[in-house]
């Protein structure tokens, strides 16, 4: 249910916290249920789940849900007051939300002074003297102000939603849920519950709808690819001359030609990259900084989200999956970190996420759209797929990752445009 969740919230252009909120009761609750360590490590597995099926661009919208989520169930199974339980909340999602604001203030908006000149336009606009003191002022606020107001609606709903679980799934046995098994042997919105739900036909599903996992996504070995991505990354956050960005984006261009990758996280790729790029634009022009640092900014902005997007194409869900579960053995002793491997392995999402979507689409139908019927009709469909869920067998062992002289090759041509930057 996080994945299902956290994805949507990440593809939808606005609303992803209100979206995201449906996964973070899930994992509340088995946090609520099962502890902290699962809690976190499901947490984490549904993070990257998103990551390997559309890749990592807006990874930070349900991040302070999936990081606070499995909090809020431990703190309410220890009955701690609902005040304690908001200053823990707001305490995650202000220092989250002051890292990206930072982010975007120093790197998209081209820094402080084009942040701030981009108040004090509007300022004189308006018949006010808006300083940069004022303008960080003012962006303070807004963080603290909207702290509040998250974490006061997520821990009611989180509340709402862990009171009634119980009750709601003895309501909804009899329903149909879309991760229970149907005549055909095929997951779909429609199927008896009572029906066996021992995952073989989820697995069937994944199988017809995930990319084989003894078969390698692309040209590249997906742990290059990773390395190739965040070597670009770190370029493109270490400056923005055109030199530079034009030698980057010549390597991804010929990157791109070469990994025979997935096409289809590019148009939602395109689209994430050209409102990316619109913000730095206009408020570094309407900070005052010139249209060659605008234009300069934009582009970088734009490069960010499409190497990303390559990122996802090239390795693959498979290829990323594979990546993540390297990393988290390789994390093995840190808490949560077992649980996150084990949670990944079982969560086979892909061939899932389009009868689940279905199935709410149901439940919304029958509801008045006002506040809280629509609530209820979410958390009631939350708890009819997760008790619904069975996770999928083990899969046969992927290959074995094995590095080619063209993956070194890809690496180093990633690190390449470093030469533009010292020319630069």
């Keep these: 249910m996080a994945v299902v969740s956290f994805l949507?919230?990440?593809?939808?252009?606005?609303?992803?916290?209100?979206?995201?909120?449906?996964?973070g009761v899930a994992l509340a609750r088995?946090?609520?249920?099962?502890?902290?360590?699962?809690g976190f490590g499901a947490s984490a597995a549904a993070m990257l789940?998103?990551?390997?099926?559309?890749?990592?661009?807006?990874?930070?919208?349900?991040?302070?849900?999936?990081?606070?989520?499995p909090l809020l169930g431990r703190l309410v199974a220890r009955r701690v007051g609902v005040a304690?339980?908001?200053?823990?909340?707001?305490?995650?999602?202000?220092l989250h939300n002051t890292a990206t604001t930072a982010f975007f203030i120093w790197i998209v908006a081209g820094g402080l002074d084009a942040y701030a000149g981009t108040y004090e336009s509007l300022g004189r606009r308006l018949g006010l003297d808006i300083a940069t003191t004022d303008a960080l002022a003012l962006t303070a606020a807004g963080l603290l102000v909207w702290a509040v107001f998250a974490s006061v609606v997520q821990v009611l709903v989180y509340r709402r939603g862990l009171r009634d679980w119980d009750g709601t799934a003895r309501d909804s046995s009899r329903q149909p849920a879309a991760f229970a098994e149907a005549p055909g042997g095929e997951a779909a919105a429609g199927a008896s519950p009572a029906a066996p739900t021992d995952g073989t036909?989820?697995?069937?599903?994944?199988?017809?709808?995930?990319p084989r996992a003894d078969a390698r996504p692309?040209?590249?070995?997906?742990?290059?690819?990773t390395l190739a991505a965040a070597v670009a990354f770190a370029l493109l956050l270490a400056s923005t001359e055109w030199l530079l960005l034009g030698a980057v984006s010549v390597w991804l261009g010929v990157a791109w030609a070469l990994s025979r990758g997935d096409r289809s996280p590019v148009p939602t790729g395109l689209l994430f990259a050209a409102i990316l790029a619109a913000g730095a634009f206009i408020f570094t022009l309407g900070g005052g900084l010139g249209l060659d640092t605008a234009l300069r900014r934009a582009a970088r902005a734009a490069l960010l989200v499409l190497v990303a997007t390559w990122l996802r194409a090239a390795a693959g869900a498979e290829g990323l999956r594979q990546?993540?579960?390297?990393?988290?053995?390789?994390?093995?002793?840190?808490?949560?970190?077992?649980?996150?491997?084990?949670?990944?392995?079982?969560?086979?999402?892909?061939?899932?996420?389009?009868?689940?979507?279905?199935?709410?689409?149901?439940?919304l139908g029958k509801v008045r759209m006002r506040p809280l019927p629509v609530l209820d009709a979410v958390l009631t469909w939350v708890v009819r797929e997760a008790g619904a869920f069975r996770p999928s067998p083990p899969r046969a062992p992927a290959a074995a990752l094995a590095a080619a002289p063209v993956d070194c090759l890809l690496v180093l041509l990633a690190a390449a445009p470093a030469v533009a930057l010292g020319a630069a």
Excluded at 84 to 94: D, K, S
């Design 8 to 23: 949507a919230a990440r593809a939808a252009p606005t609303g992803g916290f209100w979206i995201a909120l449906a996964g």
């Design 30 to 38: 088995l946090s609520e249920r099962r502890g902290a360590r699962l």
């Design 84 to 94: 304690l339980q908001v200053l823990a909340c707001g305490a995650i999602r202000l």
């Design 201 to 210: 036909a989820a697995a069937r599903a994944d199988a017809a709808a995930a």
């Design 49 to 69: 789940e998103t990551v390997a099926i559309i890749g990592p661009a807006r990874f930070g919208i349900p991040l302070t849900q999936a990081a606070t989520a």
């Design 218 to 225: 692309g040209r590249f070995d997906p742990r290059a690819v």
């Design 323 to 363: 990546v993540s579960r390297r990393a988290l053995g390789r994390l093995r002793r840190l808490p949560a970190a077992p649980e996150a491997a084990a949670v990944l392995d079982g969560i086979a999402s892909e061939g899932r996420l389009a009868a689940a979507a279905r199935s709410l689409a149901a439940e």
